[in-house]
């Protein structure tokens, strides 16, 4: 398997191929983690991409990548709402249909983002293996082309555009935090930190309720979960995909889970401390880089695309 891993060269071509769609993201910090001042965290803010999400580096990797005929068959994808938006901004960069099959239970604001990018929206079932059933029979019938959100190298690849700027940024970090939902980002990251500089850690950090990959490395294989359920609505897939469980069980240092107070915990301290709006996935890895207290991490800030709402309603809790 591991002859199938995304390589650094697969990721330098693909930072050249999403330049045109999405941002160098900044690097914020370092901030203090607590009054010993043992520990510091660096934030890589993908809140601020076009779409509010790192989701556009993979799906920007993959559709351009597409020839002019399978762009214009137009494009399908399954999502719990940040790749949605992605392939929905990317399509229509390139003037092409695209349709995002979402839960019935995504959050409105990533379904009217959805919706804003010119996407046609289905919503079914709760869980990700529902949606892309329903992607699939689209597809078939329609004769779309699926943008996978995780399980696939040029959306890999894509996500690991994130870990080529953290070095860059920060030559000193000695880790990198990352959320994980079906392990995409996760696996790019890990395969352009690795491929770069072998001595940084690379740590993946799940919801308590959604512990899919660390359960999966436990088990030596992928394995899917009877449910999840999180606060972080985009980390919520019931199974890691092979080609992503392959990458953390080869490159990965660790994969730990953090409850649902942490995560609330790290959305208030982003913005209380850093100024940084985030949606509850978003703030998963700084809730594990807060915990770790190490030297220089680096903790990515996947995404902001959260609701007036629920973001006054975590913030203003003591």
Known sequence: MTDELVTLDDIRM?????????????????FVVDESQRGSVWLKCENLQPMGAFKIRGAANLISQLTPVARAAGVITYSSGNHGQAVALVAAHFHIPAVVVMPTTAPAVKVDGVR??????????????????RARQEAASRG??????????AIIAGAGTVGLEILRQQPQATAVYV??????????????????????????VEPTGAAKMSRSIAAGEPITLDSTSSMADG???????????????????????????????????????AKVVAEPSGA???????????????????????????FASLVSQA
């Open 144 to 153: 779309l082309i699926i943008v996978p959100p995780f399980d696939h190298r």
């Open 284 to 310: 998963v890895a700084v809730a594990g880089a807060l915990a770790a207290r190490e030297p220089a991490a680096v903790a990515v800030v996947s995404g902001g695309n959260v609701s007036a709402e629920l």
């Open 235 to 273: 980390l919520l897939p019931v199974r890691p995909g092979d080609l992503t469980f392959a990458h953390a069980r080869a490159l990965v240092d660790e994969v730990i889970t953090v409850p649902e107070e942490a995560i609330a915990q790290a959305v208030r301290w982003l913005f209380a401390t």
């Open 14 to 30: 693909a930072a050249e191929r999403v330049r045109p769609l999405a941002l160098t993201t900044p690097l914020l910090g370092p």
């Open 116 to 133: 804003r990018h010119g996407a046609e929206v289905i919503l079914e079932g709760t869980t990700s293996t529902e949606r892309l059933r």
């Open 179 to 204: 959320p994980v939902g079906g392990g995409g980002l996760l696996s790019g990251v890990a395969a352009a930190v690795k491929g770069m500089r072998q001595g940084v850690r690379v740590v993946g």
